[in-house]
């Protein structure tokens, strides 16, 4: 086991210039955050995720034994909110990376930060 010197890194990630489609699709959201989760070495509990109706954003989350993953899109703007909070060897980067190839964003801000 990897030990890491705080117990969690916490990662927000606006993501800008994503396509507006890819940003309606809840079930196709929950299926790439559960991927990205599992590739960051972290074990899903469960997922809840909500559209808010046609051609709005989704809001949804997975909850992780290692904290969560959660994402909040406005497709009107092309534009995602992630939050990946993950602690022991769960490597959050990881699950950005996966999240990042999936929804293929213009430009991308990244936020770590050491929590604990």
């Known amino acids: ?3 890491h010197a705080t117990p969690g890194r916490h ?5 800008s210039g994503v396509a507006a489609d890819r940003l ?3 079930a196709a959201l929950e299926a790439q ?3 990205a989760a599992q590739a960051a070495g972290a074990q ?3 997922a809840h995720f909500h559209h ?3 051609g709005a954003g989704v809001t949804g989350v997975v909850m992780l034994s290692e904290s969560h993953i959660s994402i909040h899109s406005w497709p009107e703007h092309r534009y995602a909110a992630l939050d990946i909070f993950m602690c ?3 490597e959050p980067e990881r699950a950005l990376a996966c999240l990042q190839a999936a929804l293929a964003p ?6 770590t930060v050491a929590r604990g």
Request: proline share 0%.
């Open 1 to 3: 086991m990897t030990v």
């Open 11 to 15: 990662v927000l990630a606006d993501f």
């Open 24 to 26: 309606t699709d809840a």
């Open 33 to 35: 955050m559960i991927a």
């Open 44 to 46: 899903v509990l469960s």
């Open 52 to 54: 808010f109706g046609e």
């Open 88 to 90: 022991g060897s769960a």
């Open 106 to 111: 213009e430009s991308v801000r990244v936020t």
